[in-house]
């Protein structure tokens, strides 16, 4: 597992456990965003608690970003842009 993917879940879960009272879905790369529990709006949230946490927000560096379809997608996404980035 990739530091990248940690740190996401990681972030997930927090924000997850701060909202609801069940545990967290379990992510795994064919899990599709829509269906995490997460709407629109937590997942800006996440991207913004992402950015603060790794350092950079791929969505505002890629001119060609398009919105992840599963949390395999949303990983790699992270993971191609962060070389250079620190972390």
Do not use: C
Request: glycine residues 4%; negative net charge.
């Amino acid at each position: 597992m990739s530091e990248i993917r940690d740190r996401i879940l990681q972030l997930f879960n927090e924000m997850w456990s701060e909202d609801h009272d069940t545990p967290p879905p379990e992510l795994k790369d064919d899990t599709v965003l829509l269906e995490t529990g997460f709407d629109s709006m937590a997942f800006a949230v996440l991207v913004t608690a992402l950015d603060e946490e790794l350092g950079f927000d791929p969505f505002t560096a890629d001119e060609n970003a398009v919105y992840p379809r599963t949390f395999g997608d949303f990983v790699a996404f992270y993971e191609k842009h962060a070389s250079g980035a620190p972390l």
